[in-house]
Every structure is written in C-alpha cells, then in structure tokens.
C-alpha cells in the first residue's frame, strides 16, 4: 500500500499520465478524430481510384471517336437517335413486368 502510495504522488509519473490522458482524449488530434480522418482517407481514395476509371474510359472513348468515323455514326444513332433518308427505326426498350397482388 505504501508503494502505491508513492506511486500516486509521484510527480514524473502523474505529469505524464495526465499528458497521456490529455493527448489521447481531448487534444485536437484524439483518437476519435484520428479514426475518422482515416474513414474520409479511404472513402476518398475509393472515389479517385473510380474518377480514374472513368477518365480513362472516357479518354479511350474520345479517341476511338476521333480515329474512326464508324464510331461517330454509332454513337449518333444509338445515344442521339438519328438515321439517314431512306431508313425506319424501331426503339425497342424493356418494360418491368407487373406484379399481381
């Protein structure tokens, strides 16, 4: 019990507990703010790794219209409808089935 004694008021070791108290509890950098600087880390690594994807599709789709005109025809039919003169078109489009209660 004496020893304990001594422990507690010991100044060195009380100085430092309660550094260590404050720095992982109520400093700016604590751990719970730790933890979610780490959460928005990834969820914003996640999101470039995605942009990335999508630039490099994008860019790949901007080079195969500029290279092949066959390309620029598929593309103006399918996303913007047109046809030439002499053609019909028939838009076929998929319609969820209904649900009998």
Not at 58 to 77: C, G, H, L, Y
């Amino acid at each position: 019990m004496q020893r304990l004694w001594s422990l507690i008021r010991n100044k060195y070791l009380l100085a430092a507990l309660a550094f260590l108290v404050w720095m992982l509890f109520f400093d700016r950098n604590d751990f719970a703010t730790q933890y979610s600087y780490q959460k928005q880390k990834a969820n914003l690594e996640s999101e470039r790794s995605f942009y990335l994807k999508e630039n490099a599709a994008i860019i790949k789709t901007i080079n195969d219209i500029r290279s092949n005109p066959q390309e620029v025809q598929r593309i103006a039919r399918e996303k913007y409808k047109m046809k030439k003169d002499n053609e019909d078109i028939y838009v076929i489009s998929k319609v969820a089935p209904k649900e009998n209660p």
